[in-house]
């Protein structure tokens, strides 16, 4: 094993991850470059992409490539011009390595059980009103059936974010929309992460957080500092090569091969950073689901039709409910009270619950709607018979939409700047700092064991400079009868023709 590949599973042998993200080093590609060669090739490609070089280099394929897209633009008498034209960020890249280095060290919090902390009203009320906000944000915009969104997702990645701001304007609607200060927010996800963090026989519940930088720029220590204080794992890789690994990070953060491909990613010759922010659930109910009783019975669709399904049913007790009227909203618990589901249904199937609760927030109970019977410090409980569809979903929610409906477009903008932070000064001036995309993809299932959601939110952060260098360039239109030439890796020529009439 070469000195990369050594160093490769060192950095990870020694990484606290509960995830066991022990990548498979052995499937590396054979690399003769040394660390300083890295650093060395990434400072050389910085340099590249930011001057103007005047020299031509190109094959018979590549010609044909530049070509079309710019035929137009001369005249038809001619087959060959020159021209100057404008380099996209990688146009000019040198091959990089394909080694991953690790940037911090994150412990996360690691128990049998959920640690509880007591959180304070302004804490939960901010995260309420964020997810309400979202919710029903993405519910106006995406029109999806059975479309689920992981709140604390979103909100990891867009705390994440904030730390590389560099717009006064778009700081402060971050802060508006997340509520809180930055500090509070930190102190809070430090309680989300304690109670989500456990492996038990029954129940489990995991949050993971990583951020993958490209070497084309230095990453800024202080929002690797910042980035750590949220529980985000930091590395930096090339992201045009090593698209496999950053994949291979997620299957193991939600235990699930194939949960992403690369196609997934979307990366291109912009992309400078990938925030991900996954959440594995899995935990049986307290009151268990008995197959034996399960029943098809009919669904009520909301454009009016009807459709069969499989209904689970149990019984439990419950200390109380709300009734809103024409909807009511009520809890089951799972194993040790580790966790709860929320259920909202109207009362007439010829309701819809989403115009009902259009201007409520959904994550608040009204107190006064409260129905209960309260002896001194006791309950008496409520028999609750619950029958509830048996289902699996799986969805892809793109949070572009919900964000421009929010006033947050600009921030992907590719001609301003607005996450500089994440990166130093020196080697990326005058390049623009955007967001590329926002999604996530969630696998929901509820049967009669329990539930198990598989959650993955992603951000992705574009760099473009302001002004891209030229270089030289030459146009051709194959216009004529011409003769090509096919060669491998060392020059060979392993395959010539020419073209008389392509209509032929």
């Not at 911090?104 to 919090?109: K, W």
């Not at 059980?113 to 519910?139: C, D, G, Q, R, W």
């Not at 009669?448 to 002004?467: F, H, P, T, Y």
Request: charged fraction near 25%.
């Amino acid at each position: 094993m070469n000195k990369i590949k050594e160093q490769f599973k060192k950095d990870f042998e020694e990484s606290n991850n509960n995830v066991n993200l022990t990548f498979d080093v052995s499937q590396l590609e054979p690399n003769i470059f040394t660390r300083e060669d890295e650093i060395r090739l990434a400072k050389e490609r910085r340099k590249r992409r930011g001057k103007i070089i005047g020299i031509v280099s190109f094959s018979a394929i590549a010609i044909a490539v530049v070509a079309i897209p710019i035929a137009s633009n001369i005249n038809i008498n001619e087959s060959v011009t020159t021209a100057r034209r404008r380099l996209s960020v990688n146009a000019s890249a040198l091959a990089e390595s394909n080694s991953v280095r690790k940037l911090n060290d994150i412990s996360y919090p690691n128990s049998d059980a959920p640690i509880k902390n007591e959180l304070a009203e302004n804490e939960i009320n901010a995260f309420n009103e964020f997810s309400n906000t979202t919710y029903h944000s993405l519910v106006n915009s995406s029109k999806a059936d059975n479309m689920s969104y992981a709140t604390i997702g979103l909100y990891s990645i867009l705390n994440e974010l904030y730390g590389a701001i560099s717009r006064e304007d778009l700081q402060t609607q971050f802060d508006n929309l997340l509520g809180l200060n930055e500090e509070s927010r930190t102190n809070f996800y430090g309680k989300v992460m304690k109670a989500n963090s456990f492996v038990s026989q029954e129940s489990t519940t995991q949050l993971k957080n990583a951020a993958f930088f490209d070497n084309a720029y230095d990453p800024n220590p202080d929002y690797i500092n910042k980035l750590s204080k949220m529980y985000c794992e930091c590395y930096e890789t090339d992201l045009q090569t090593n698209g496999s690994k950053l994949v291979e990070w997620v299957e193991k953060a939600v235990d699930t091969k194939g949960f992403i491909d690369e196609k997934f990613l979307g990366v291109n010759e912009y992309t400078v950073l990938y925030y991900f922010s996954t959440l594995y659930f899995k935990n049986a109910w307290a009151y268990k689901y008995l197959s034996e009783t399960n029943i098809e019975d009919t669904f009520y669709l909301s454009n009016g039709s009807t459709t069969q399904v499989t209904y689970m049913q149990h019984e439990f007790y419950t200390d109380k409910y709300y009734d809103y009227g024409s909807y009511i909203s009520f809890s089951d618990i799972y194993m040790n009270r580790y966790a709860t589901v929320t259920y909202i249904i109207p009362k007439d199937t010829k309701d819809n619950i989403f115009d009902l609760t259009r201007n409520v927030n959904i994550f608040e109970e009204n107190i006064e709607k409260e129905v209960s019977t309260k002896h001194d410090e006791y309950y008496e409980p409520i028999l609750v018979n619950l029958k509830t569809p048996k289902f699996k979903t799986k969805s892809d929610l793109d949070f572009k939409a919900c964000f421009e409906s929010l006033g947050f477009g600009d921030m992907f903008d590719n001609n301003i700047d607005s996450f500089h932070k994440a990166f130093l000064e020196e080697g990326s001036e005058g390049v623009r700092f955007y967001l590329q995309q926002a999604k996530q993809r969630n696998e929901i299932e509820f049967n009669e064991d329990g539930s198990i959601v598989k959650s993955l939110s992603m951000g992705a952060m574009g760099g473009d400079r302001s002004a891209e260098p030229f270089r030289n360039a030459l146009n051709v239109d194959l216009n004529q009868p011409f003769i090509y030439i096919i060669k491998d890796i060392n020059g060979v020529p392993i395959l010539v023709g020419h073209v008389d009439n392509p209509k032929c």
